[in-house]
Every structure is written in C-alpha cells, then in structure tokens.
C-alpha cells in the first residue's frame, strides 16, 4: 500500500469533506419557490410530479421539508388547517414523501412526530397508505374510515338522475362556503374560496332554488379530479359526477367513502375501477366532525 506522510496510508491521509448529517437537517416551512423540489420528491417515489396540486396545497396550507445537502429535499408534507386561524378546529396531514435513498431511516418519523408536536392540541386527520399505516399507528393515529380512489373514463348510461345542476357563479360561493363548514363541521375557507382557480369546473346543483350539493373537478396530470363532492343523497351525488364528466374528456378520478357503496357500485358501473385504497385515521378525535352521508370525496386526500 502506498504510503502518506508520517507514515499512514495515503488514503487516511487524504482529508473528505464529511457529509452533513441528516438527523442534524432543520426541519423548515416550504414555499411555492420549493414547488419543483416537491414535485422532484413525488417523482422519486413514483408518483406522478402533481404540480398544480402541490402549489395549492403550499398556498391554502403549509408544508413542511428537510433539504438533502446534496440539492432537493429529503423528505415533505403538507398541512392545511381548518376553522378559525387562531384555533384552528382541525388539520389534515397529507403527501408525506421521503426520497427512495433514505427510505428507512427513520426520516418520515422524525418529520411527523415534528408535526404533531408543531400543531400541539389541534384535532388531526390523514389518508394512509398500507405502506404508510404501521408509522401512523405508532405515533397514535387511529382508523376511523376508509376511501376508495376510482380512475377511468365515465360512460353514461342507465337513467339519469333528475337532479338539475348548473355551473356555479361568484354569487353563489356564499352558499358554498355555508354548505361545505355544515357538512364539513368547520370552516374550510381558504380550500372552497380558492376553488374557482384551481378547478376547471365547479358545479352546484339545485332543487326548488335551493343549493342541496357541490362538486369540483379540477387537473391533475391526464385525468380530471372530482372533488370536493358534497351532496344531500346519492342521486345527486351522481347528478353532479354526471355533468361534470359530460363537460371533460379526460379520464375522471375521486376518492369515495367507503360507507357510500351505491355511489361506488355506480361509478364501477360507469366505467371507473378502484385503483387504491386508504385508511382515514384521526389523531385526538374519535371521528371526523360534521355529516359523513353528504360528505362523498373529499378535494383531494392530501388535505382531508
């Protein structure tokens, strides 16, 4: 072997530059300017890069990251907050990524117990994979619910529903908002009242005069998203998922309540198939607030 100075192995002699350690990461807030780091991260784990969803999420919400000291991050989430600003009534954790390197390591544990630690007494939610489900549990998540994402390309057919539904104007976000925090249980406006940019569609629909449903489809890489869906019954329910698919010629997707089987048996029969499932676990609270039979998907499960 070659031999340095004073006798040591050359190549203990050569000094590396040692490599930051990542337990000794900050853990900071994210911005929109970390909006391609995000996408970059959803990319290394194999999910598609969903820009125009992270970029809503960082707005209506907040993230949280660990840079990797190569470039790009470590590890991210979001949180979106409901209910008053100064006490917000609950959260919803969602799109908690660790890059494949360091995948195992205790990174994603670290960046949770951080943010349930952050958000102290608030009353918590997420959507967990069978992946991401054993670390929930650990840190005291419970399952209360179910979703089922469904994809496809929606062919009508069979009677259709009844329920008149129309595009919905800046006059009627008032009764939007109303009707999302009475089925929701809190106050949701800074996801319903940024709706209108972020969806290519947003329909209500009408019995009477009356607003007795909403829904949203919005963009997401080649399909187009139904949600949020609140509706009085499944009719119209079906209504809304109707004339939304009968205005886009992607293929649509949405998550359903798993408690609604006639809605899924329905958009099964519509040519939508069930791609995952999710587990809805709470942290603090026993159950989601407000009225789970109108609650039929949400905008998306990263925010509840």
Not at 101 to 125: D, E, F, K, N
Not at 268 to 296: C, H, Q, S
């Amino acid at each position: 072997m070659e031999r340095g100075g004073r006798g040591r192995p050359l190549s203990d002699s050569l000094t590396c530059v040692p490599t930051p350690s990542l337990a000794s990461q900050p853990i900071r807030r994210l911005t929109l300017r970390d909006l391609t780091a995000c996408a970059d991260l959803s990319e290394d784990r194999g999910w598609p890069r969903e820009e125009h969803k992270w970029g809503f999420l960082l707005t209506a919400g907040q993230g949280y990251g660990i840079d990797d000291p190569g470039g790009g991050l470590v590890a991210a989430c979001t949180v979106t907050e409901y209910g008053p600003r100064e006490r917000p009534a609950l959260a919803a954790i969602g799109m908690m990524l660790v890059a494949e390197r360091y995948a195992r390591q205790g990174i994603g544990r670290r960046l949770m117990r951080h943010v349930v630690s952050a958000l102290g007494i608030i009353p918590l939610t997420l959507h967990a994979t069978a992946y991401g489900r054993p670390l929930y549990e650990e840190l005291g998540f419970k399952v209360t619910g179910g979703a089922k994402m469904v994809r496809g390309r929606f062919a009508p057919g069979g009677p259709e529903p009844r329920t008149f539904t129309r595009a919905a104007t800046a006059e009627d976000l008032t009764t939007i908002l109303r009707l999302d925090e009475e089925v929701f249980g809190t106050d949701r406006t800074p996801i319903v009242t940024r709706l209108p940019a972020f969806a290519d569609q947003l329909r209500i629909a009408e019995e009477d005069g009356r607003t007795i449903g909403y829904a949203a489809a919005w963009p997401n890489m080649d399909t187009h998203v139904v949600g949020p869906l609140i509706a009085r019954d499944t009719e119209t329910a079906k209504a809304l998922i109707g004339s939304l698919a009968a205005r886009t010629d992607r293929p649509l997707r949405t998550d359903i309540d798993v408690r609604h089987e006639e809605l899924l048996a329905w958009v099964k029969e519509r040519g939508l198939a069930v791609v995952a499932p999710n587990a809805v676990m709470t942290y603090g609270i026993t159950e989601l607030p407000g009225d789970w039979t109108r609650r039929f998907a949400p905008l998306t499960v990263a925010a509840g």
